[in-house]
């Protein structure tokens, strides 16, 4: 199985349009390339790098695929830059690395903003997808459970103090600023959005996975699965190229956090991916 590490310089299309006329913002967006087949690109959630999100199940993807494990910005061993973090920015970063390694389609598998960058992805740059994994994702920030939004402005960086999660990120980070970093996160999902008109224009087979008792509502999770065309009366109508699987006693860090989890979400996807390739 091939392996290679790799901090990519790229020019992010965000920062070309809201930076001043004649200025180009560059970017290092580090990522990791395991194993050889089909492409697959893995996207983790906020304050996650690589190993944290992918560690379990990456050598297992990469036995049949060209995984393409990336570090999104100001996470793991990519630097932040002058600009918010936003899912649009991060999407069009992703793009701007596969046209560089020359990779024209890639199956997208995200976690939590990982799965938001995943669907905007496939909004933005719908050429470069094939195929979703979607993990606890959102189309829209009113799908979020109430009391979200409230939680995520009471977080500061003190609430993480002495944390695996914090060593990580100062371990890894070029230029670590822990405080800066939650403050963009914060910044992300206090931002309002609704992306689902251009869900229904999405055609790649997808996958969504969710915990009964996560983040995201089951009423949206539903919804999310209907608008890409899934199917409500298999028997009669067939199955459709959306799937929606929601794991019992399950909360959003628990979606894959939860060993039990673990090899049940690792498994449904390689069954999906197998079924496409």
């Not at 094939?130 to 960086?157: C, Q, R």
Request: aromatic share 6%; net charge negative.
């Amino acid at each position: 199985m091939s392996f290679t590490r790799c901090t990519l310089p790229l020019l992010s299309m965000l920062a070309i349009m809201t930076a001043p006329f004649g200025a180009a913002v560059s970017s290092e967006l580090y990522y990791e390339k395991h194993g050889e087949g089909p492409p697959l690109v893995l996207l983790h959630g906020a304050f996650m790098d690589i190993e944290s999100n992918w560690a379990t199940m990456r050598d297992d993807l990469a036995q049949n695929h060209t995984v393409v494990a990336v570090e999104l910005q100001g996470h793991g061993r990519t630097a932040d830059r002058n600009q918010p973090l936003s899912y649009e920015g991060m999407a069009d970063d992703v793009a701007a690395l596969l046209e560089e390694l020359d990779i024209a389609s890639a199956s997208m598998m995200g976690y939590s903003m990982g799965a938001n960058v995943a669907l905007q992805m496939a909004i933005r740059h719908s050429d470069h997808v094939s195929s979703l994994v979607l993990i606890s994702p959102s189309a829209s920030d009113s799908g979020n459970a109430a009391g979200h939004k409230a939680m995520v402005e009471y977080l500061s960086a003190d609430m993480f103090a002495g944390t695996p999660l914090v060593e990580n990120y100062e371990a890894l980070s070029p230029a670590p600023d822990f405080p800066a970093l939650v403050d963009k996160v914060k910044a992300l999902e206090l931002t309002a959005f609704d992306w689902m008109d251009d869900v229904e224009r999405i055609a790649a087979p997808t996958l969504i996975i969710g915990g009964d008792a996560d983040v995201v509502t089951l009423d949206h999770l539903a919804a999310l699965y209907l608008a890409l065309g899934g199917a409500t009366h298999g028997d009669l109508n067939g199955l459709s190229n959306t799937q929606l699987a929601i794991l019992p006693a399950t909360t959003h860090t628990g979606v894959l956090m939860n060993p039990d989890n673990l090899p049940i979400v690792k498994d449904m996807s390689l069954r999906f991916l197998a079924d496409l390739d």
